[in-house]
């Protein structure tokens, strides 16, 4: 059962924008936190952004400033706002949702391919 759908990945100039999207059923949604890590080839999967059931965000030090990470519950989805987006930020992003602290995660979406082209 496909707890967490991702959707928005693609290819983007050096310079450009991409959002991200994830929806999640309406109990998970409401429970836990949620946010992104991603993984590149060759790499260790790392974390990109979160943000608690309150609204409060952290970042990774490689994206501030460039990414914005928020969620509706109207829609229980969470985004994920990417502009300036760099050669480096190839990855195939993975959705996640679980506590905000101590922090866990609990459910994975299947992931989606962010790919930037100097």
């Known amino acids: 059962q496909v707890q967490l759908v991702e959707s928005g990945g693609g290819l983007v100039q050096a310079g450009g924008s991409l959002r991200l999207s994830c929806a999640a059923s309406g109990r998970i949604f409401s429970r836990n936190a949620m946010g992104w890590h991603r993984q590149a080839p060759g790499k260790q999967r790392e974390f990109v952004a979160g943000?608690?059931?309150?609204?409060?965000?952290n970042y990774a030090d490689s994206v501030k400033g460039r990414f914005t990470i928020s969620r509706d519950s109207a829609k229980n989805t969470v985004f994920l706002q990417m502009n300036s987006l760099k050669p480096e930020d190839t990855a195939v992003y993975y959705c996640y949702a679980g506590r905000w602290y101590p922090v866990t995660y609990d459910y994975w979406g299947q992931g989606t391919q962010v790919t930037v082209s100097s």
């Open positions: 943000i608690s059931t309150g609204g409060s965000t």
